[in-house]
Structures are given as structure tokens and as C-alpha cells.
């Protein structure tokens, strides 16, 4: 626990804000930065191909501006019907970035007498 965050706020409180079109902040930036590195190849290899510079700038512009409405369908498309912060543990899980601490999946709450798991943990 950190020296600045007080016990008694809930955890909701300091999870990332949505910011625009159903993204947080860290997923619009990984949005701009992949928008932008597959922009830059594909504008690279129209201007060597065109032989000028403004082509390449033309087509870095538009790719970028496609790649970024891609990538964030993308995003939405993946988030959509999971919990807040699934897809930041699911690539810590697949990643294998404090794999040990994080479950994603879930069994029904069955209420009554059993000698089965509810939750599995792996």
C-alpha cells in the first residue's frame, strides 16, 4: 500500500478513467502508437514506390487516421461483455507478467450443499 493512498477508498476509485469513445487512457495510447508505427510502414513504402515525399506524407495522414478508428473497433470490439481491467490481466496472464496472482476463469455461484470448487485458480 502506497504512503499516499488512504485504506478506506474503494478501489473503483483509482482505476483508469474511461476517456473517450469507450477507451482509457492507456489503450488510446496503445491505439495511437500501433496506429502509427503501421502508418509509417505503409507510408514508407508508398513514398519509395511513388518516389516522392508528399505521397508518403498524404498516406501516412489518411493510414493513420484509418488505422487509429481500426484499432479502436478493435479495442471496443475485445472489451465488449468483459469486466474492467480484463484485457490489462489478460495480457499480464498470456505474457506471463504476475501470471501467479491473476484467474479469468469463473465457475456459477451455486448456493447449497457441495463438495465441488465454485472458483477455480490455476
Known amino acids: 500500500m502506497d504512503e499516499f493512498t488512504d485504506n478506506f477508498v474503494p478501489s473503483f476509485l483509482n482505476q483508469e478513467p474511461v476517456v473517450i469513445l469507450g477507451l482509457t487512457d492507456s489503450e488510446i495510447t496503445l491505439t495511437g502508437i500501433g496506429s502509427s508505427a503501421s502508418a509509417l510502414v505503409l507510408a514508407i513504402g508508398f513514398g519509395f514506390l511513388a518516389g516522392s515525399l508528399m505521397v508518403g506524407l498524404v498516406i501516412f ?5 484509418g488505422f ?11 472489451k465488449q461483455d468483459k469486466p474492467r481491467g480484463y484485457f490489462g490481466a489478460m495480457l499480464k496472464v498470456r505474457f506471463k507478467l504476475g501470471a501467479k496472482s491473476y484467474y479469468l476463469t469463473d465457475s456459477p455461484l451455486i448456493i447449497g450443499r457441495t463438495n465441488k470448487k465454485v472458483i477455480f485458480y490455476e
Open 68 to 78: 487509429m478508428f481500426g484499432f479502436s473497433a478493435f479495442f471496443k470490439y475485445f
Open 61 to 65: 495522414i489518411t493510414s493513420f487516421i
